[in-house]
T-cell receptor, first 114, second 116 residues
Framework: EAGVTQFPSHSVIEKGQTVTLRCDPISGHDNLYWYRRVMGKEIKFLLHFVKESKQDESGMPNNRFLAERTGGTYSTLKVQPAELEDSGVYFC????????????FGPGTRLTVT | AQSVTQLDSQVPVFEEAPVELRCNYSSSVSVYLFWYVQYPNQGLQLLLKYLSGSTLVKGINGFEAEFNKSQTSFHLRKPSVHISDTAEYFCAAPLAGGTSYGKLTFGQGTILTVHP
C-alpha cells in the first residue's frame, strides 16, 4: 500500500510568486490534514478535510493560503502571493474514516521563499 | 501556554546508553498522546501512542513511553540506543474541543544524536 505522497519535495520561489503544493493521501482515507513547520518552531496544524469538505481551517495563517480537495482524493495548498515568512516544511497527513487520530504523514514539502 | 512541551531541544548520547526524551502536556489537550520520529529526509513516523489502558506503552524500534497523569507527562525511553536512532522526535496530542478531533498539537521537537 502506498503511503502519503507529497509533491514537490522542495520548492524555491521568489517573494510574490505563487506556489502550489500537492498531497496524495493513502487511498480510501477520508481525512486529510495539512501542517506546517516554520524554521525553529513547532509543527502547527493548518486545516483538516473530511472527504472534500473543510472540517476545520482554523490554522490557516491568512487569505494568501488556499486549500482544496476536489473529489475527496488529492489536495492542493496554494500560496499566493508567497511571503518570506511562508518558508518552512509543509506536511500532509491522512487517516481513515472514524480514526482521526491515526494519522499517516507524508515526507513533507520544503518551501523556501527568497 | 504551550499545550505540549518537550523539555529538551537536543539530547546527545553515546551508543548503547539509555535515553529519555521528556514531554509534558497541558489540560488544553485530549489525553491521547503520541510520539513521532522524523529520520533525516523522511516524513513523520508514528513511534507509539497512548489512547487508554495500560500506562506503559511499547512502540517500534524498542521505544516505550509512560503516561503519568499526576505529572502530566509522557516521557519516551529506550534502554539502549543505536546510531540509527539519530533523528528528531516529536510529542503530540489532539487539542481538546473544536470540530476536528484530529487536530494535533506538537511539541517543539527533540533532536536525538547518538554518538559511537
Amino acid at each position: 500500500e502506498a503511503g502519503v505522497t507529497q509533491f514537490p519535495s522542495h520548492s524555491v520561489i521568489e517573494k510574490g510568486q505563487t506556489v502550489t503544493l500537492r498531497c496524495d493521501p493513502i487511498s480510501g482515507h477520508d481525512n486529510l490534514y495539512w501542517y506546517r513547520r516554520v524554521m525553529g518552531k513547532e509543527i502547527k496544524f493548518l486545516l483538516h478535510f473530511v472527504k472534500e469538505s473543510k472540517q476545520d481551517e482554523s490554522g490557516m495563517p491568512n487569505n494568501r493560503f488556499l486549500a482544496e480537495r476536489t473529489g475527496g482524493t488529492y489536495s492542493t495548498l496554494k500560496v499566493q502571493p508567497a511571503e518570506l515568512e511562508d518558508s518552512g516544511v509543509y506536511f500532509c497527513a491522512s487517516s481513515p474514516a472514524g480514526q482521526p487520530r491515526r494519522q499517516y504523514f507524508g515526507p513533507g514539502t520544503r518551501l523556501t521563499v527568497t | 501556554a504551550q499545550s505540549v512541551t518537550q523539555l529538551d531541544s537536543q539530547v546527545p548520547v553515546f551508543e548503547e546508553a539509555p535515553v529519555e526524551l521528556r514531554c509534558n502536556y497541558s489540560s488544553s489537550v485530549s489525553v491521547y498522546l503520541f510520539w513521532y520520529v522524523q529520520y533525516p529526509n523522511q516524513g513523520l513516523q508514528l513511534l507509539l501512542k497512548y489512547l487508554s489502558g495500560s500506562t506503559l506503552v511499547k512502540g517500534i524500534n524498542g521505544f516505550e513511553a509512560e503516561f503519568n497523569k499526576s505529572q502530566t507527562s509522557f516521557h519516551l525511553r529506550k534502554p539502549s540506543v543505536h546510531i540509527s536512532d539519530t533523528a528528531e522526535y516529536f510529542c503530540a496530542a489532539p487539542l481538546a474541543g473544536g470540530t476536528s478531533y484530529g487536530k494535533l498539537t506538537f511539541g517543539q521537537g527533540t533532536i536525538l544524536t547518538v554518538h559511537p
